[in-house]
């Protein structure tokens, strides 16, 4: 395993390898590469604060730029984390994709404190009849100016459409539309064409109808 503890461009002889802006920046930051073949990519004027990414066989993680990361990240062999530009992230996001599945995330997310988005349930279920697996992982894609609020869980195999939220505690077990609020555990929707905005001035002109 190596470990590395500052955001720079990096190589190790097992194809190991950190490509990054030299605008970009960390602080109280572990990279742990635990095999070979894993690669990050960050784009210019991201942070990445207070946070631990682990990396397995063949993993990929790629940030865009002028984002915030803080947060535990768990990539297993030859899953992939993809987040676009301006993400802004609280305090404390885990994500965890693992078995080959994908966490996507789109341009100008905005993710509270204390949420978890994951590709697998952390353990295998199966039938004990016929033996099978009934668990399987499952890609997760949020889409463009989401809002997911302080503690919610993303789970296996959702997706979020753009511009919508979701409110505070809330277990999402199904696919959100776009432009709407979702609640509750598990998330509905309690109210449907709406978005958010990250100020009183600004506003998401490709939301509005």
């Known amino acids: 395993m190596k ?20 605008t970009s920046k960390s ?20 942070n990445l604060t207070d946070s631990e990414i682990i990396l ?12 915030v990361l803080k947060g535990r990240l768990s990539i297993g062999s030859y899953a992939t984390v993809k987040i676009g530009d301006n993400l802004s992230v609280t305090h404390n996001l885990y994500i965890r994709a693992v078995e080959g599945k994908n966490v996507s995330i789109g341009n100008d997310c905005l993710i509270a404190s204390d949420v978890t988005i994951r590709t697998n349930d952390g353990h295998p ?22 809002w997911l609020g302080d503690e919610v869980a993303v789970l296996k195999g ?5 511009g919508s939220i979701v409110a505070m505690r809330s277990v999402v077990t199904k696919n959100v539309q776009s432009k709407v609020i979702a609640a509750g555990i598990p998330a509905k929707i309690v ?19």
């Open 125 to 146: 279920i199966y039938d004990t009849t016929s033996g099978v697996r009934i668990n399987m992982s499952e890609d997760v894609v949020i889409g463009n100016h989401v």
């Open 158 to 162: 959702v997706s979020i459409g753009e």
């Open 27 to 46: 602080s109280h930051l572990q990279i742990k590469f635990l095999e070979s073949h894993a690669q990050i990519i960050i784009g210019e004027n991201t």
């Open 56 to 67: 397995g066989k063949g993993a990929r993680l790629v940030v865009g730029s002028n984002s």
């Open 191 to 209: 109210r449907f064409n709406c978005t958010w905005e990250h100020n009183l001035k600004t506003k998401t002109q490709s939301l509005y109808d």
């Open 3 to 22: 470990t590395i503890i500052t955001l720079e461009n990096y190589n190790d002889e097992f194809n190991n390898n950190i490509t990054t802006s030299h």
